[in-house]
C-alpha cells in the first residue's frame, strides 16, 4: 500500500501570510496527487488535481506543484475563508490513499 | 448539477452489518469517465477511502477493509451501496460518497455525509 505523509499536522498564519504544506508518498505516485480542503461539518472540496491542475472554480491563489514522491500545496496569500483542514490524496490504479491532513489555524 | 445522497441507519449495532446507499441525481452513473466510492471519517479524524466501484460491476477495496467489504451499484436506480460486515465502534465516522474520475483519480463531487454509530 502506498502511504500518504502530510506535514505540518497544525499550522498557525495570519491573513496575507504565504503557505505551503507538503505531502510525501512512500513510493512514487508521477503526478497522481490531488488536495482537499475541508472545513467543520462539510464534505471535502476538491483544489487541486494531477499535483498542479487547478479546478474550476477554485481561487488563483491556490497552486500545488511536485511530482513522484513530494508534492506541496501553496496558498499564496491566505484569507479568512482558508482556515480549514487540508488533505492529500494519492490515486494509483484504482488504489487511493489519503494523507493525515494538515490544520490550517489563525495566528 | 450533480447531487449524491447517502442514506441508510444512522445507529448499528455491534457485529451487525452498516448499509448506506448513495444516489446519485443531475447525472448518469453508467459512464466509462467515472467510478463512485465511498470514503469515511471517524470523529476528529482524518479521511479514509473504503473501496470503489464502476457501472460495469468492477469493484476495487482499501486492503485494511476487504475482507468486510461489500460495494454494489443498480444502474436502473442510478444508486450505489455499502455493505460494512462485522462492525465494532471503531467503525463509527461520517461516511461520504463521491464520484471519481476514471483517469485522474479526483473526487469532485461528493454527498454530504452520513454519521454511522456503532453502539449497542
Known amino acids: 500500500d502506498i502511504q500518504m505523509t502530510q506535514s505540518p499536522s497544525t499550522l498557525s498564519a495570519s491573513v496575507g501570510d504565504r503557505v505551503t504544506i507538503t505531502c510525501r508518498a512512500s513510493q512514487s505516485i508521477s503526478s497522481w496527487l490531488a488536495w482537499y480542503q475541508q472545513k467543520p461539518g462539510k464534505a471535502p472540496k476538491l483544489l487541486i488535481y494531477?499535483?498542479?491542475s487547478l479546478e474550476s472554480g477554485v481561487p488563483s491563489r491556490f497552486s500545488g506543484s511536485g511530482s513522484g514522491t513530494e508534492f506541496t500545496l501553496t496558498i499564496s496569500s491566505l484569507q479568512p475563508d482558508d482556515f480549514a483542514t487540508y488533505y492529500c490524496?494519492?490515486?494509483?490504479?484504482?488504489?487511493?490513499?489519503f494523507g493525515g491532513g494538515t490544520k490550517v489555524e489563525i495566528k | 448539477q450533480l447531487q449524491l445522497q447517502e442514506s441508510g441507519p444512522g445507529l448499528v449495532k455491534p457485529s451487525e452489518t452498516l448499509s448506506l446507499t448513495c444516489t446519485v441525481s443531475?447525472?448518469?452513473?453508467?459512464?466509462?469517465?467515472?467510478?463512485w466510492g465511498w470514503i469515511r471519517q471517524p470523529p476528529g479524524k482524518g479521511l479514509e477511502w473504503i473501496g470503489s466501484i464502476y457501472y460495469s460491476g468492477s469493484t476495487y477495496y482499501n486492503p485494511s477493509l476487504k475482507s468486510r467489504v461489500t460495494i454494489s451499484v443498480d444502474t436502473s436506480k442510478n444508486q450505489f451501496s455499502l455493505k460494512l460486515s462485522s462492525v465494532t465502534a471503531a467503525d463509527t465516522a461520517v461516511y461520504y460518497c463521491?464520484?471519481?474520475?476514471?483517469?485522474?483519480?479526483?473526487?469532485?463531487?461528493w454527498g454530504q455525509g452520513t454519521l454511522v454509530t456503532v453502539s449497542s
Open positions: 494531477k499535483a498542479s
Open positions: 463521491a464520484r471519481l474520475i476514471a483517469v485522474a483519480g479526483k473526487a469532485d463531487y
Open positions: 490524496q494519492q490515486y494509483n490504479s484504482y488504489s487511493i490513499t
Open positions: 443531475g447525472g448518469s452513473i453508467s459512464s466509462s469517465s467515472y467510478y
